[in-house]
């Protein structure tokens, strides 16, 4: 698990990489990512800082959770090192210590007094690909379905044996949605979903989609699959502007 | 029916969101050899789940030395959950391998670890779920040679329906030369039959198709095996042994999992064998001789490896690492090395004497969580009887070591149901886990409940006889003595900071059972598998029942069977398959623990007989001066 974040250590340097999630390897979980990136900045030799805690973890913090099975073009990670390596070099030996389905896009040095990621990227953009059967499952009925649901507010919905609830006025911010072109057999629906997040929680694609297909306007069809990937994650501000992560303001 | 080598993961991959874990079937792992180019593949199976299954060093060793051989490729492949299995045999997609996800059924050679007796009906469910024929007998020509081998081989009878062949001992070199053999027999365009024939020449390789079972007056019930004429194969096959661990590759593991596994750090072996001859322990006696790596390569390797996977952790592992003639040294040097980068050190387990609990310490830098030692029974006389050669003494001045030390927490390992046992020794855990408890409280301070956090955990496992100990002979204690047992333990403690766990009785049934029977015994794991019997290893899983009831459509009492002793003088169903051990030493062993008299380490006196160096030509590999307790 990654480190408390290093409030008042300027001396640290906050190195911000961008990486993606994808092919095989978007069916990991959170911690799995976790436990692979830190074995990548342990490979790479780059001077991460250790936190002084009994576990001797290392300084690092991570963008929200992606959900299992869900691909990124944008995934964050912030590792505090002890040197000030050039950006490009530690950039280059993270991509060469790294799978290649978990490669580094970007890196660059950020302010280090900023929130940490977790809970300042608020706003993500994912493009979903739902596959089914049946005379209901078409962009139609998903987007007449989406409507209902925003009007009822929230959605109800079990997190392995628990009850969970999810407000929607906040954390469903827009969608499109448009019929695909069939695959294997089944009928495909696109969408593109932008979601907010806030300490209440985040709305996860398969949630709003399992919600959606439980209403009447989708009773005739049947869900088979979902894919899902996360195309960005920005801070968004109070006047609503989006900020992206590796913004050239926010580089030092 | 071999199958078609082709990826197939296109057919895996829309179940992979329909089951849990999904990490457990991608492969991609940072150090997985995907260049699989062959032309001869072989493929090495854990019969159980990847978490279970991957941190084997055994198939990590083997998956390099193969990898390494010229013309030949290895890859993995482990057993799915039951959520994926059912999903796959719905879609007709069969168990494919991990880095080419190809048809297990495709490749030349498949190998399976056999690393416990309970892994029996695992491996009838991979061979199916793989679409190969369980029984050898029913294979075809071209179907892929199954092999096995590992800890559990020595008493293989009751799965080698299943197998090809066996491979016996240190299978580093032994499986290049099988894959070699296979691969030139098929290339001649050699018959199923001669290419056995062939394998049965090789060194410490049993093939038991060509081996007849006889039952006779002075066999047990399950008999014994004699090669069948004309064959050629030996009498007995003794296992390989590599006489230096130094010239072996230290850096087995290289693999680094994406999900968390069972043992989620680098592992590094540290020595093979151990010496210490306690007479119920299988691995004491079939690993022999010891075999250590010499300092020096043990530190440039722990390096190697750290540098190569990006663990925050290494293990130094064998039967018994504090025992290490440089483990000191070893120690002192990792953890310098281990300071500034927040590396961890661990060895798997103390020894009982002041020398461990300094080990111990030296590991675990500021941590002080719980500290394992096994004294394995209540009285000295016991211990004695189980060649365990530690004494109350040693056990009170470890603990008092180990509190001084900073630990709150101890451990105590126990086995119930030893050769001899009585009440008494039962109720002498209990005692000495009050004593240790109290050295406890008196180095961190009487005080109230909760306040020292002093607890003692006794650990009590069901003893079952394992074949080339000195209590082979031995049976097992009925299931009903063994609870009655357990709550004599239970009900002695009255003390609430000493916990008492113990193990599941119906368990150990089906392990003794399976340790015992010979070549008909299958039918019995294959009637199991048909009654549902899987992942019997797990708690969750396994069915007692399933097991019971298909003993009785064979009529097997499968109790009776665990509990059966065998005649000092009967031959043996494992007597062909030898790890060097003499039975000589075993009976004499036999006897003396019977008068209760023990037996010294030969690595740090003198030898004592137990045959396995005059009978392989190797000795103890000893780097530097052994510390005796």
Not at chain 2, 119 to 132: M, P, S
Not at chain 2, 597 to 607: E, H, K, L, R
């Amino acid at each position: 698990m990654s480190g408390k974040p290093p409030i008042g250590r300027p001396d640290l340097n906050r190195l911000r990489v961008m990486f993606r999630k994808d092919g095989r390897l978007a069916y990991l979980g959170h911690l799995e990512v976790i436990n692979t990136i830190e074995r990548s900045v342990r490979r790479a030799k780059l001077p991460f800082s250790v936190g002084n805690g009994f576990a001797q973890r290392m300084r690092i913090q991570f963008s929200q959770a992606l959900p299992v099975g869900a691909a990124s073009r944008a995934e964050y990670v912030d590792v505090y090192l002890t040197d000030r390596i050039d950006a490009k070099e530690a950039f280059e030996r993270f991509a060469e210590s790294s799978p290649s389905a978990l490669a580094p896009v970007d890196a660059a040095y950020v302010q280090s007094r900023m929130p940490a990621l977790e809970a300042w990227l608020t706003r993500s953009l994912w493009q979903v690909r739902l596959l089914g059967t049946g005379d209901d499952f078409s962009a139609s009925h998903l987007d007449e379905s989406l409507e209902a649901l925003r009007g009822v507010g929230h959605i109800d919905f079990m997190r392995g044996d628990k009850p969970r609830t999810i407000g929607l006025d906040t954390t469903l911010v827009s969608w499109d949605v448009a019929d695909g072109a069939t695959e294997g057999g089944f009928s495909a629906i696109d969408m593109r979903l932008e979601t907010r997040s806030s300490n209440l929680g985040a709305l996860r694609p398969a949630v709003l989609m399992e919600a959606a297909f439980k209403r009447g306007e989708l009773g005739g069809s049947v869900l088979d699959s979902l894919r899902v990937e996360r195309m960005g994650q920005w801070h968004e501000g109070e006047d609503g502007s989006l900020i992206d992560p590796m913004a050239a303001e926010l580089r030092i | 029916m071999r199958l078609e080598r082709q990826d197939r993961f296109h057919e895996l991959e829309p179940l992979l969101g329909k089951v849990l874990h999904p990490a457990r079937y991608l492969d991609h792992e940072w150090g997985a050899i995907e260049q699989q180019d062959g032309p001869f593949h072989v493929c090495m199976i854990y019969a159980d789940t990847y978490e279970v299954g991957q941190p084997n060093l055994g198939i990590a060793i083997l998956y390099n030395a193969l990898n390494a051989a010229e013309g030949i490729s290895c890859e993995r492949a482990y057993l799915p959950w039951t959520d994926m299995s059912a999903l796959m045999r719905e879609r007709g997609v069969p168990l494919l391998s991990l880095e080419s996800s190809s048809p297990v059924a495709s490749f030349d050679i498949v190998g399976f670890t056999l690393a416990h007796e309970m892994v029996a009906t695992n491996i009838v469910e991979t061979l199916d779920l793989a679409g190969i024929a369980v029984r050898a007998s029913d294979r075809d020509e071209d179907d892929p040679i199954i092999i096995a081998g590992g800890p559990s081989a020595w008493n293989c009878e009751p799965l080698v329906p299943m197998f090809d062949a066996v491979l016996l001992g240190d299978g580093e070199e032994e499986i290049v030369d099988v894959a070699r053999c296979v691969r030139d027999a098929r290339a001649e365009g050699a018959s199923r039959e001669e290419i056995l024939m062939r394998l049965s020449q090789i060194e410490s390789i049993y093939v038991p198709s060509l081996y007849d079972v006889v039952v006779n007056e002075g066999s047990t019930r399950w008999g014994y095996a004699v090669p069948k004429e004309g064959t050629g194969a030996p009498d007995i096959v003794y296992k390989r042994c590599i006489p230096s661990l130094a010239d072996t590759e230290p850096v087995a593991q290289r693999m680094v999992p994406y999900m968390g596994i069972v043992q989620d750090r680098f592992a590094i072996e540290v020595l093979r064998g151990c010496a210490r001859g306690c007479r119920f322990c299988q691995a004491g006696m079939t690993y022999r001789p010891v075999r250590e790596r010499p300092a020096e390569q043990v530190i440039e390797a722990v390096e190697e490896g750290l540098a190569m996977t990006g663990y925050d952790e290494c293990s130094l592992s064998s039967l018994s690492t504090t025992d290490h003639s440089q483990c000191a040294q070893i120690l002192t040097a990792l953890n310098e090395k281990a300071r500034k980068s927040g590396v961890r050190v661990s060895i798997p387990s103390q020894r009982l004497d002041s020398f461990g609990v300094d080990m111990a310490s030296a590991v675990s830098g500021a941590r002080r969580g719980g500290l394992t030692f096994a004294p394995e029974a209540g009285t000295q006389r016991l211990r004695d009887v189980i060649n365990k050669n530690v004494t109350e003494e040693d056990l009170e001045r470890a603990a008092r070591n180990a509190f001084e030390h900073g630990w709150r927490r101890m451990k105590l390992y126990y086995m119930m149901g030893l050769p001899t046992e009585t009440d008494e020794d039962i109720m002498a855990i209990t005692d000495t886990a009050r004593r240790v408890l109290e050295i406890g409280r008196e180095v961190c301070g009487r005080v109230r409940k909760g306040k020292n956090g002093v607890s003692v955990t006794i650990s009590v496992a069901v003893f079952v006889p394992k074949c080339y100990t000195p209590f082979q002979w031995v049976g097992q204690l009925q299931r009903d003595e063994v609870r009655r047992r357990q709550q004599l333990l239970l009900t002695s403690n009255k003390d609430r900071d000493i916990h008492i766990s113990y193990h599941d009785s119906d368990v150990s049934v089906i392990e003794g059972a399976l340790s015992k029977m010979g070549r008909a015994g299958f039918d019995v794991v294959l009637g199991a598998w048909r009654n549902g019997c899987r992942f019997d290893a797990w708690s969750s899983e396994f069915s007692y029942e399933g097991w019971i009831e298909a003993g009785k459509a064979l009529g097997y009492d499968l109790e009776e069977i665990a509990t059966e002793s065998f005649d000092l003088d009967a031959r043996l169903p494992w007597d062909h398959t030898s790890p060097g051990v003499s039975k000589g030493y075993l009976k004499r062993e036999w006897r003396r623990a019977i008068a209760g008299v023990t037996t010294p380490d030969c690595t740090m006196t003198s030898c004592t007989g137990c045959g396995v160096c005059p009978t392989l030509g190797v000795d103890n590999q000893i780097a530097g001066d052994r510390h005796v307790g």
